[in-house]
Structure formats: C-alpha cells, structure tokens
C-alpha cells in the first residue's frame, strides 16, 4: 500500500550514505538518485524511503508526531538497527526495549536533521 516515505534533509550527500549504509543490512540501498532527491529500498517494487532537498528550497523541518517505523525482523535486529544508527550520527529519541506488554519492543532516534525513526519487533 505504501509506496513511499519522504524525509526533508539539508544535506543530501550525507543523508544518502546514512540510510544506505543504515539499511544495507536489511537490503536497502539507493535506488534512484536524482538532483534533489534519492529513493532507498530493496526494489522499486517495495516501499522505499526518499530522501530530499526540500522542493521549495526552505530548510527541511520534521514534523511534530511524524516518524518513519522501520521492522527488521527480530528484536536482536532492532538494537542493531538502533547502535549503528548512533554509530553513523543519529542521537537517542528512546533505547531499545518492551514497549506494551510483550507485543511491541522499539527503539527510536533522530537522525542529523531531526527526522524521528522507529526501529520496532511485533511479537
């Protein structure tokens, strides 16, 4: 259903190697890198996260309650998701740990500008 998921940067160089190598592991890698805007996903086929220079030349601003959730598969995966995404830069929006009673476990961060990313195991 989703397609996918824009975040606004102010650098698109370094937002492109952020979440290639951040979802590498998973299959991610750019798929379409345009001018102002680079498409990363494991196929154009599957929902993707863009990352972009925002069209109207302002600066890019997250938006209060917005965050891209993104499951890897097991909770193991998702404090690997977390410790490299503080590796590469991004800071602490919320440790890995049990959510709601043994069916959400989570870890959240931000990344250079401030967009908030869910790294999250259902079950």
Request: hydrophobic share 40%.
């Amino acid at each position: 259903m989703i397609s996918y998921v824009t975040l606004g940067v102010s650098d698109l160089a370094m937002a492109k190697s952020f979440y290639g190598e951040l979802l590498a592991e998973l299959g991610g890698k750019v798929l379409l890198d345009m001018d102002r805007i680079a498409f990363v996903g494991q196929s154009m086929a599957k929902p993707m996260l863009a990352v972009c220079i925002p069209f109207n030349k302002e600066d890019p601003h997250p938006g209060n309650g917005n965050m891209v959730s993104i499951s890897p598969g097991s909770k193991d995966a998702v404090q690997t998701l977390y410790h490299k995404a503080i590796a590469l830069g991004a800071t602490c929006d919320g440790a890995p740990g049990q959510r709601i009673d043994n069916v959400f476990y989570g870890a959240y961060v931000k990344d250079a500008d401030g967009n908030k990313l869910c790294f999250c195991h259902f079950g």
